[in-house]
């Protein structure tokens, strides 16, 4: 089952990055993210009614009116770990994400697991922002045009620590 996260989650959510990504750096990035009131919306996904899997989309400041968003991080337990949980969280984000009103994603992720979703580093060319230039900087259209043209966005400042 996936759904959005509740308050009631976070000590479980923090667990779960800390697991799938062998440190606290994801699950500091989540709480700042949380306490800057920067998260547009989180996900998880429920296994044997245990949180098993999270995804969240934060607010990108854009030079134009369109919404966007990041996808960072996304994280399902060492041990359901390609079992297709990550991808069902990633398509009910992009549909969240619709329903929120994003134009486009972004994502600093690894370049040889976002494309599967629609991500490419060619969608996020014309996008000027830190991770600008590089391979695992990915972008993705959720609405036609979201990456026409020039684009320069602003992360929250979560993402500098």
Same mark, same amino acid.
């Given at each position: 089952m996936i759904r959005h996260a509740k308050a009631a989650d976070h000590a479980d959510i923090r667990a779960l990055n800390e697991a799938a990504f062998a440190g606290p750096a994801e699950a500091a990035l989540v709480e700042r993210l949380r306490a800057d009131g920067d998260v547009m919306f989180e996900l998880v996904a429920q296994a044997d /009614?245990?949180? #098993?899997?999270?995804?969240?989309?934060?607010? !990108?400041?854009?030079?134009?009116?369109? !919404?966007? #968003?990041? $996808? #960072?991080?996304?994280?399902?337990?060492?041990? $359901?770990?390609?079992?297709? $949980?990550?991808?069902? !969280?990633?398509?009910?984000?992009?549909?969240? /994400?619709?329903?929120?009103?994003?134009? /486009?994603? !972004?994502? $600093? /992720?690894?370049? #040889?697991?976002?494309?599967?979703?629609?991500f490419s580093a060619e969608a996020a060319r014309t996008v000027v922002s830190p991770y600008s230039g590089s391979p695992a900087f990915m972008g993705l259209a959720l609405e036609d045009g979201a990456f026409d043209g020039p684009l320069t966005v602003a992360y929250p400042d979560a993402f500098k620590d």
């Open positions: /009614g245990a949180v #098993a899997g999270h995804i969240l989309f934060s607010r !990108l400041w854009a030079d134009r009116t369109p !919404l966007y #968003a990041a $996808l #960072a991080p996304l994280a399902v337990r060492p041990d $359901l770990q390609r079992t297709g $949980l990550g991808s069902r !969280l990633v398509r009910a984000a992009f549909d969240a /994400g619709r329903e929120f009103g994003v134009h /486009g994603v !972004l994502v $600093l /992720g690894h370049p #040889a697991y976002y494309p599967r979703f629609g």
